[in-house]
């Protein structure tokens, strides 16, 4: 599998992310600037978490404009892999490469902090190691995480498959308590139509080794090698 990894002004998840999929894919991926215009030829791009352009106007809606973007929607159009963790997810929403906005946090606080979240469709490539119903550990640190789409749209996603992950209890149970930042359903992480752009609160890549506390973000990483090779 290739990879790349897209860098904002005001990214800072980049080199995490760059690291757990060394360990997964045993090659490093290409680092590709949000200026550059061509993007190489790769199976799987991520879109990293961070404050690009300091978060001004809203989380992501600047970078969405960045001359790189284009090329990844024209990728992710004819097949390509896109994951897009935090404010990469946000960016994702603001490219019109998922659907629905991410909003401020019902509390309108910054929250970081470890939360379980339940794995709600493990038939795709980045979901492959887990299992439907499976609760998993990520850490979450973010200010504008509160998704929200339109009740129609909403319900043909669930019927699709389309929702990746819900905050949970440790025992799966989908509650109220568990949801951080007010996300409708729960929701913290979604597919496109297609299942090949997927996009989460959640940082997969901070919890992808025992040394950093935990390792259940590297089956993603291995989910997709595993795909893609
Ligand atoms: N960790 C992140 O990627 C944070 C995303 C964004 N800056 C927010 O606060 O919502």
């Given at each position: 599998?290739?990879?790349?990894?897209?860098?904002?002004p005001?990214?800072?998840?980049?080199?995490?992310?760059?690291?757990?999929?060394?360990?997964?894919?045993?090659?490093?991926?290409?680092?590709?600037?949000?200026?550059?215009?061509?993007?190489?030829?790769?199976?799987?791009v991520?879109?990293?978490?961070?404050?690009s352009?300091?978060?001004?106007?809203?989380?992501?809606?600047?970078?969405a404009?960045?001359?790189?973007?284009?090329?990844?929607?024209?990728?992710?159009?004819a097949?390509?892999?896109?994951?897009?963790?935090?404010?990469?997810?946000?960016?994702?929403?603001?490219?019109?490469?998922?659907p629905?906005?991410l909003?401020?946090?019902?509390?309108l606080?910054?929250?970081?902090?470890?939360?379980?979240?339940?794995?709600?469709n493990?038939?795709?490539?980045?979901?492959?190691?887990?299992r439907?119903?499976?609760?998993v550990?990520?850490?979450?640190?973010?200010?504008?995480?509160?998704?929200?789409?339109?009740?129609?749209?909403?319900?043909e996603?669930?019927?699709?498959?389309?929702?990746?992950?819900?905050?949970?209890?440790?025992?799966?149970?989908?509650?109220?308590e568990?949801?951080?930042?007010?996300?409708?359903?729960?929701?913290?992480?979604?597919?496109?139509?297609?299942?090949?752009?997927?996009?989460?609160?959640?940082?997969?890549?901070?919890?992808?080794?025992?040394?950093?506390?935990?390792s259940?973000?590297?089956?993603?990483?291995?989910?997709?090698?595993?795909?893609?090779?």
């Amino acid at each position: 599998m290739k990879a790349a990894v897209i860098v904002f002004p005001g990214s800072n998840c980049d080199r995490d992310v760059a690291v757990a999929l060394e360990a997964s894919m045993r090659a490093k991926p290409l680092m590709v600037w949000h200026r550059d215009t061509e993007l190489p030829k790769v199976d799987l791009v991520v879109v990293p978490g961070g404050f690009s352009y300091g978060d001004y106007l809203r989380c992501g809606a600047m970078a969405a404009h960045s001359p790189i973007m284009r090329e990844v929607k024209a990728r992710a159009d004819a097949g390509m892999r896109v994951l897009g963790i935090c404010n990469g997810f946000q960016i994702l929403t603001e490219s019109g490469l998922l659907p629905g906005v991410l909003m401020r946090n019902k509390d309108l606080k910054f929250i970081c902090k470890d939360v379980h979240l339940r794995v709600e469709n493990d038939r795709t490539d980045f979901c492959r190691y887990y299992r439907s119903g499976d609760v998993v550990r990520f850490p979450i640190a973010h200010a504008e995480g509160n998704w929200f789409v339109e009740p129609k749209a909403y319900r043909e996603m669930e019927d699709n498959g389309q929702i990746a992950f819900r905050y949970a209890t440790l025992e799966g149970k989908v509650d109220p308590e568990s949801n951080p930042n007010g996300s409708l359903g729960n929701v913290a992480g979604i597919y496109n139509e297609k299942f090949n752009v997927l996009g989460l609160m959640p940082h997969p890549e901070r919890l992808a080794e025992d040394l950093l506390g935990g390792s259940d973000g590297r089956l993603m990483f291995d989910s997709l090698v595993e795909a893609l090779s």
